[in-house]
């Protein structure tokens, strides 16, 4: 879950990081009424997305009149296919420095990860392209967190002056607010050094890990839910436990345990899953709403169909397919693979209604799959 500026700041003060003081507004009115009250300002676009600098969507006024002005200018312009509908008027820092600080979830260290620059400002993706050397990363273990030496030795060097032990003081902080709100990304860029001997966070940047939605409910109120597809808006209305993914291999099986594992296998082969789709549990009756689901959408090339039965039973499941095919008459290849309660049943009706004979294994049905969207990906 992604949270707004306006959000997540606060979060960052709770731990002790000094940030700027603000208002939000949602009207010209209001920015020029906070304005009065702070005096000069930055007028901040909020929406779930950075790269609003760029997109013109911050901009610095000196007296309420301006902020008025600029507050017209921004509200309602589209950034990044947001459209804005609230500001944050924001007191002005005077910059001396612009750094970089985050901790996030790396995949290649399976861990925590801070990283820290002094080319902050900018985009951390164009920093690491073009000058990799001022970026520095830490791998945390979770058993020791990030302990104030880690902090200082990552921030030495570089000529930071007075700054450097403050520096060093928000990552300790920065990291124990990211494992208190079970973050995947918490990011401040830009953290800026001011002329008035500040360290001050200007911008902030969180992603709550999905799954801890649930116990951090009362923070994940004021984040920002991703938008549905389509396609997850339907299976949402149907009840059905829908993700759209990117790839053309579309995937149905029983159980969310062997959805995924059939989506390893189909990886496995170098194919890509269009969806994750789970008739688990009490909705293996949903297998024909389910099929007609991952039929209805154009990027999939081929399907692989993956039941195992042992409480949920496979002829039931089979049932349903069946129907979804017949009513619909696709034209895309798809390749079953059916074990378990049921499945002579079902491989008896399989042959019968649509004359197809089940794979041996999911290992075969899902590289037929795979072979049949165009074989594996480059
Ligand atoms: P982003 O473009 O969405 O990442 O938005 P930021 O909040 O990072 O703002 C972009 C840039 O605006 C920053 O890197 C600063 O250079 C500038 N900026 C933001 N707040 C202030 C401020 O209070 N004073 C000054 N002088 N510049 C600011
Ligand atoms: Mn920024």
Redesign the pocket.
């Known amino acids: 879950m992604n949270f707004e ?1 306006h959000a997540a700041k606060p979060l960052l003060g709770e731990y002790g990081i000094a940030i ?1 003081r603000g208002e939000l507004a949602r009207t010209p009115a209001e920015a020029a009424a906070a304005a009065a009250r702070i005096g000069a300002v ?1 007028v ?1 676009a909020q929406v779930p997305t ?5 997109a013109g969507g ?1 901009r ?1 006024a000196a007296t309420p009149e301006e902020a008025r002005t600029h507050a017209r200018a921004i509200l309602g312009m589209e950034i990044a296919g947001h459209r804005v509908e609230k500001l944050l008027i ?1 007191e ?2 005077p ?1 001396a420095r ?1 750094l970089y600080a985050a901790v996030l979830n790396d995949t290649s260290t399976k861990g925590p990860l801070v990283m820290f620059s002094t080319a902050g ?1 900018m985009d951390i993706e164009e920093v690491a392209a073009t000058v990799p050397e001022k970026l520095r990363r830490l791998a945390v273990d979770i058993r020791r967190g990030l302990t104030p030496g880690d902090a200082a030795k990552l921030v030495q060097g570089l000529a930071l002056g007075w700054a450097e032990s403050e520096v060093a003081d928000v990552l300790v902080k920065l990291y124990a607010a990211y494992a208190a709100f079970d973050a995947e990304l918490l990011e401040i ?2 953290l800026v050094v001011t002329t008035d001997g500040r360290v001050v966070a ?2 902030c940047k969180f992603v709550m890990d999905d799954c801890a939605v649930v116990r951090q409910s009362e923070v994940a109120r004021a984040g920002t839910p991703d938008p549905l597809t389509a396609l997850e808006e339907r299976a949402k209305a149907a009840h059905l436990k829908y993700i759209d993914l990117d790839g053309d291999v579309g995937v149905l099986a029983n159980g969310a345990g062997l959805t995924m594992t059939t989506m390893d296998v189909v990886r496995h082969h170098g194919g890509r899953p269009a969806n994750f789709l789970e008739i688990g549990g009490e909705s293996y009756t949903q297998a024909k709403p389910a099929l007609e689901l991952l039929l209805s959408n154009p990027r999939i090339k081929s399907l692989v169909i993956n039941f195992c039965g042992a409480f949920a039973r496979t002829d039931v499941m089979t049932q349903g397919v069946i129907e979804a095919i017949e009513a619909l008459k696709p034209r895309l290849p798809i390749f079953f693979s059916v074990h378990g309660t049921g499945d002579e049943e079902a491989i008896r009706m399989l042959k019968d209604r649509l004359g197809v004979t089940p794979l041996a294994t999911m290992d075969d049905a899902s590289k037929a799959a795979v072979d049949a969207a165009g074989g594996a990906a480059p």
């Not at 950075?50 to 760029?54: D, L, P, Q, T």
């Open positions: 500026e700027p930055v901040k950075g790269k609003r600098g760029k911050i610095l924001e002005q820092v910059i612009e400002g860029n830009p200007l911008d």
